[in-house]
């Protein structure tokens, strides 16, 4: 348990990141991309497959790219929507084209190439998104207290009340009464951030911290999905007590783009 709480205090430099926002925002957004998309594809060494991490690096480095270009040009978000499109399709082109010496290539190679570039490159540029909204902007720090503070409460209300198990094929130390436990953690969060912080957004505050509280969950059981598919128990073993950078943030990457839509279909 000290060694968990150590290490979560080490997280703390996330939220310098997402004060100062901009371009140390997006900086750091890449720079995790790339280690997460390192430990994802060494995750597949197990299996067999070989995906192409220079490829999904290239990819990463285009959306980030165009959208840094965006920025200096002064242009808006909305003008990424065409160029992403395009992305998406030379993202699944090229991966297509990686199987080409075919002697040496299988098919799953191309699928977890596109899988690692969708999964972790795109869903971690939701941050980035979130970050370009205006005024509604704020609420990026809901994606950063919504994961990791129900990570938080589930975890010692799992130690404390936990009975029945969730999802035991999956993740074996989850219960149900800690998934409750990290969605009402992630209730009060949320809710106390819009109240003190976000008075104007403290409605939608408490509707992301029910949905936050869910969906980060539902990213880090896919995260073990994967996991236990490549045979591994973490991705890595920078952080003691998390594993890897992806094993921390796998429920950021399912949070950040549920924060982005909410804000374009509900408030914008």
């Known amino acids: 348990m000290k060694t968990r709480i150590i290490s979560g205090l080490i997280m703390l430099p996330m939220l310098a990141v997402l004060y100062f926002g901009g371009y140390v925002l997006m900086a750091a957004c890449f720079g995790l991309t790339l280690a997460a998309l390192y430990e994802f594809f060494k995750g597949f060494d197990s299996m067999g497959t070989k995906p192409s991490y220079p490829l999904a690096a290239f990819s990463a480095m285009l959306l980030y790219g165009y959208t840094l270009y965006l920025d200096i040009s002064k242009s808006t978000a909305g003008d990424l929507e065409r160029?992403?499109?395009?992305w998406l399709f030379i993202t699944v082109a090229a991966s297509l084209i990686y199987l080409f010496p075919i002697e040496k290539r299988q098919l799953q190679d191309a699928m977890a190439t596109v899988t690692g570039a969708l999964y972790i490159a795109f869903f971690a540029f939701h941050l980035v998104l979130v970050d370009?909204?205006?005024?509604?902007?704020?609420?990026?720090?809901?994606?950063?207290?919504?994961?990791f503070g129900t990570d938080v409460f589930?975890?010692?209300?799992?130690?404390?009340?936990?009975?029945?198990?969730?999802?035991?094929?999956?993740?074996?130390?989850?219960?149900?009464?800690?998934a409750i436990g990290g969605v009402m953690g992630s209730i009060i969060i949320c809710g106390a951030f819009g109240y003190f912080f976000a008075?104007?957004?403290?409605?939608?505050?408490?509707?992301?911290?029910?949905?936050?509280?869910?969906?980060?969950?539902?990213?880090?059981?896919?995260?073990?999905?994967?996991?236990?598919?490549?045979?591994i128990k973490d991705y890595g073993h920078l952080i003691p007590g998390h594993g890897g950078i992806l094993d921390r943030f796998d429920s950021v990457l399912f949070t950040a783009p549920m924060v982005y839509y909410y804000i374009i279909f509900a408030i914008q």
């Open 154 to 178: 589930a975890y010692f209300t799992g130690l404390a009340l936990g009975r029945h198990k969730l999802c035991p094929s999956i993740s074996p130390k989850k219960t149900v009464e800690g």
């Open 83 to 86: 160029p992403f499109m395009f």
């Open 199 to 231: 008075e104007e957004y403290l409605i939608h505050c408490l509707i992301l911290g029910i949905l936050g509280g869910i969906i980060s969950q539902l990213g880090d059981l896919t995260a073990s999905v994967f996991k236990r598919k490549m045979g």
């Open 132 to 147: 370009q909204t205006g005024k509604p902007s704020i609420l990026i720090w809901i994606i950063i207290f919504s994961a």
